[in-house]
T-cell receptor, first 111, second 114 residues
Framework: DTGVSQNPRHKITKRGQNVTFRCDPISEHNRLYWYRQTLGQGPEFLTYFQNEAQLEKSRLLSDRFSAERPKGSFSTLEIQRTEQGDSAMYLC?????????FGQGTRLTVV | GQQVMQIPQYQHVQEGEDFTTYCNSSTTLSNIQWYKQRPGGHPVFLIQLVKSGEVKKQKRLTFQFGEAKKNSSLHITATQTTDVGTYFCAGPIVRGSTLGRLYFGRGTQLTVWP
């Protein structure tokens, strides 16, 4: 499968714990995006990278969230001190021009 | 900031009926994209509209971009059960020839009864 790959697919964590998600984009795509989606809503932009540079972060992204793309290939999204409100589907997408290709997402449940 | 609003939120139709979802932006869009998300799935790109008044067709799907580039619609003729899912419009910020952030509407969830 040469699409966008995300791991894990599901994560259940206790409130206050840290979690990290991984995204492997389509190999020739230089742009990588993170979105968050809750039930009944459209995907909400979090941040994006061009190669290894983080070009934009949403104001909604608190200091507990950090994303990296160290070598311009895969990316990680870390949430520190998780809260129940962080429960959502975290979607990664990659793009080469104007079309975004989404991964299957990581569903986070904070209990 | 930019907002993209979509109506209706839900639409239930019988197989064979038509379906339309509408998208409105608070600002003029450089272009608009449409995505489909099946239940339990991820958004899948359908199309991009760029020109004012543009109309594009994909089989039973017709996409329109308003003259003022602030609204768009997706019309499905003679729905089938395979059309079930949530349809999102998205207003992208395009930097040069590459895609910046996407502002998604809330989506229209389509249910088709056989």
């Amino acid at each position: 499968d040469t699409g966008v790959s995300q791991n894990p697919r599901h994560k259940i964590t206790k409130r206050g714990q840290n979690v990290t998600f991984r995204c492997d984009p389509i190999s020739e795509h230089n742009r990588l995006y993170w979105y968050r989606q809750t039930l009944g809503q459209g995907p909400e932009f979090l941040t994006y990278f061009q190669n290894e540079a983080q070009l934009e972060k949403s104001r909604l992204l608190s200091d507990r969230f950090s994303a990296e793309r160290p070598k311009g290939s895969f990316s990680t999204l870390e949430i520190q001190r998780t809260e129940q409100g962080d429960s959502a589907m975290y979607l990664c997408a990659s793009s080469q021009d104007r079309e975004a290709f989404f991964g299957q997402g990581t569903r986070l449940t904070v209990v | 900031g930019q907002q993209v609003m979509q109506i209706p939120q839900y639409q239930h139709v019988q197989e064979g009926e038509d379906f339309t979802t509408y998208c409105n932006s608070s600002t003029t869009l450089s272009n608009i994209q449409w995505y489909k998300q099946r239940p339990g799935g991820h958004p899948v790109f359908l199309i991009q509209l760029v020109k004012s008044g543009e109309v594009k067709k994909q089989k039973r799907l017709t996409f329109q971009f308003g003259e003022a580039k602030k609204n768009s619609s997706l019309h499905i003729t003679a729905t089938q059960t395979t059309d079930v899912g949530t349809y999102f419009c998205a207003g992208p910020i395009v930097r040069g020839s590459t895609l910046g952030r996407l502002y998604f509407g809330r989506g229209t969830q389509l249910t088709v009864w056989p």
